[in-house]
């Protein structure tokens, strides 16, 4: 065992030497070049910003209906839409996380729709089950997560845990390990995405087919 901490302690060394002696090779015009492409990288990122907020971004905010949905979809290339009914206390819970998310990412617009005045786009998206958060990617619907199942199947789940189910469906930008929730990181769980179809239904969760 020691043979092998030291053989690994030999290779970061020679990782480190070999990444010093690069820096050390550059001369002032290769590190101006760095500089400058940093700094167009951080003004081209800053720009975006300002285009998302711009499209409400940062938000959480209602949508009046299937006509927004289209525009919100057309004009962000991230949407998380929650398909919510007043009476479903579940929404409520779902409400609080996603305004939390909102704030911190803003590379993603948030929204929500009452899905009672949203009945074609309920139809056609095949939603039963309030809430149910859609998740949609360059004007296309990629992912749902359907009541609270994929969140531990319990009310008090973290905001962290609806972050990784969202990173899992690529909608958000996520640096944490997408194999693993966070609240279960020490166990070995391989969770596929389900289709909306395939999705359980929760007992507390509303079902909307009626």
């Known amino acids: 065992m020691e043979q092998i901490i030291h053989q690994v302690a030999q290779n970061m060394e020679k990782q480190l030497d070999h990444e010093i002696e690069r820096l050390d090779a550059l001369d002032s015009g290769d590190l101006e070049a760095i500089r400058q492409q940093r700094i167009a990288e951080m003004k081209q990122r800053a720009k975006q910003k300002q285009e998302w907020l711009a499209n409400g971004h940062g938000e959480y905010t209602e949508i009046d209906g299937e006509k927004e949905f ?81 969140l531990g199947n319990r009310d008090d789940f973290h905001t962290d845990m609806l972050e990784w189910r969202l990173a899992r469906g690529d909608v958000i ?24 179809r395939g999705s359980a239904q929760d007992d507390d969760s509303d079902d909307f087919s009626d």
């Open 70 to 150: 289209f525009t919100v979809c057309n004009k962000s290339s991230n949407v998380v839409c929650h398909f919510y009914k007043n009476d479903t206390p579940r929404c409520r819970i779902v409400d609080m996380h996603l305004k939390l998310l909102a704030k911190k990412h803003v590379e993603t617009r948030f929204v929500k729709l009452d899905a009672e005045r949203a009945p074609f786009l309920t139809g056609r998206l095949k939603i039963r089950v309030i809430p149910t958060i859609a998740i949609v990617k360059e004007n296309k619907t990629k992912d749902f997560i359907v009541g609270f199942t994929d």
């Open 173 to 196: 930008e996520y640096s944490g390990d997408l194999l693993n929730p966070p609240e279960t990181k020490k166990q070995s769980l391989h969770i596929q995405k389900k289709s909306i």
